[in-house]
């Protein structure tokens, strides 16, 4: 019972830190373009030399 002193506070605080780093990839803009890369994948350019 002690213990949920200590780990209440420490998943509250993982949550958090978890909700800042989504929130911080919605904002600088990792989501914006979901499609082009799979595009991408499938172009045939070849290798430049």
Do not use: C, H, T
Request: no cysteine; proline share 4%; hydrophobic share 50%.
């Amino acid at each position: 019972m002690n213990m949920l002193i200590y780990l209440i506070p420490v998943a509250l605080a993982l949550g958090g830190l978890g909700l800042a780093a989504f929130l911080w990839s919605l904002k600088s803009g990792q989501y914006d373009d979901l499609d082009g890369a799979a595009w991408r994948v499938l172009e045939d350019d070849g290798p430049k030399s």
